[in-house]
């Protein structure tokens, strides 16, 4: 007999979505005032299980060609090799283009700076001026530090559409490595030609051999990493100053109930920095005081707000997936945004309560938004207008929550630092890093890096994977929303060594580090390029990056940007494991090109797997056979007792530790 249907609904399990505590707390009250996030929306929307892994063509209107059933190759004969090396190729020149422009951005507020066109910034940095001057060959003897800087500006400018030679970056890496590159045809010309080369070659009817066109996705993300990523890095610096240790708070708690509070949210620190001026300007602070308000809060989100965070101590309230959920607190006046990795979904969060979101950049105009454009000539007089638009939306503020949860951390590990922090003005060098690794009392180094994304659990496989590190005596470096995650759970204090193996805690009690090093934003990934770069060429670890034993993890990405830094550190000789599903799954045969493949080739591979432990245990094993084949002694976890003279922690219990809490009271 037919069961009788019933009205009766089986109580459906919520699938977790966060690990993160304020998240959760924050999710339950955006509910409750119609707002909605990525979370809700990824319940909604679906992956297409064919784009997911790569099998769907595109590139023109015969197609799409969806690759599915019987069907093994397209209208036009394309295999499923070529589509898919076509797709991530695509994916790659993407990356490289949001980056190359944001570094050529640099450029043009540098040029501007240094020809006195731009008021409110100089340069903070002359001596990494010099520095950076000497590997662009621009001559400095008799100049001024004005001219110098508008010739270094003019050479970067030059380095994104030059038709001659190769990028002059890339005799930054080590001469194995460029030797190597220039024998494969991979050394990145320009970065504006790679990014339009690869859409040539990926056009119908161009380039059709999938390991042809994966080869120049590697040169592509090249001209990212040792690109225009490098040069962005290397400007801010110059502009704003290269980071040195600052003490700072991360979390939702860092929002202040009777202040103007504004999330910088974003990429460039440009209209950031003069964003903190004028927030401390007299004028702008008595106009706050006038509509109610005690002040100005500035606080970041994602990479802007790793920007800040590491010059400036400005507080992380979080990272990708929380946007809209800070709009949710009722207690953000504006969110200020420039480009990359901002939801549309804010516009309609913010609709449902005061907050005004501001859109800044001439290329990212959001329906609904309001829209007030920077120029870095007028920097100033916009970031004062941006401030009092902000504060007059204070006056309008309805209901507000702010989850009490502040969390401790210490950021701003630049390479120049680390190195100076080995030896001080005199004597710096990666000597004692290096030396802790042949000894085994660091394992080795693991990079910890990129977004969220909706079909992983936010927060966990970054959490997770960073402990089992340490634990492991792996000394971690972190950028990008990785970053933001660590800084919530009270990763970047000092006080997490005496979580770490033996030998690590040892190292960085001797250092005074953190186990887990925060070197800024994703930009900010070239800065491991160049600090792989010392270490393989110091002495004891090989001569070349792929000798060392180090991996790149980013267990939860999303962007396209994510895939580039992932190729560039291959091809620069990193093995790299991304989360998730692999973006060429479809075919056995491109998923091998891009691992066993590529390695042949680069001495690094790109991995997906999406589950954290395996990354773990894929990490431990890959830093263990790098050490055998250094000839390096067998890791020993029991070899070096634990110091007993560490301070201990105040902050957090073994017991939390574990449980990936930190106590979050008493920091306001
Ligand atoms: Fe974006 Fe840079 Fe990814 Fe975070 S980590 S979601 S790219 S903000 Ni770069
Ligand atoms: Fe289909 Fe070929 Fe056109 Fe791609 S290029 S959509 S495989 S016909």
Redesign the pocket.
Known sequence: MEKEPTMEKKPVKEKKVTIDPATLEMLEYAQNQGITTPFDRGKIVKPCPIGQEGNC????F????RFVGKVEV???G?TKET?QARNIARFIAAGAAAHGDHGRNMAMTLLAVAEGKAPGYKIKDVKKLYKVASYLAVETKGKSVEDIAADVARVVLGEYGKQEGELLYVKRAPPKRQALWRKLGIAPRNVDREVVETMHRTH?GTDQDAEHILLQALRCALSDGWGGSMMATDISDILFGTPVPISATSNFGALKEGEVNVVIHGHEPTLAEMLVIEANDPEVVEYAKSKGAKGINLVGMCCSGNELLLRHGVPVVGNFLQQELAIATGAVEAVVVDYQCIMQGIVEAASKTHTRVITTSPIAKITGATHIEFDEHRAPEIAKLILRTAIDAFPNRKDINIPDYLDRLVVGFSHEYIAYMQGGVYRESFRPLNDAIMQGRIRGAAAVVGCNNVHTVHDEAHINLVKEFIKNDVLVVTTGCNAVACAKYGLLTPEVKRYAGPGLSEICEVLGIPPVLHLGSCIDNSRILTILTQCATEGGLGEDISDLPVVGVAPEWMSEKALTIGAYAVASGVYTLFGGVSPVEGSDSTVKMISSGWEELVGGKLEFEPDWRKILEKSLAHIDLKRKNLKLEEYNPTKFARSSTYIPGDVYSDEDFKKGLTTRSGLK
């Open positions: 063509c595109r590139v023109c015969m197609g799409p060609c397209g209208v036009c394309a589509i119908m």
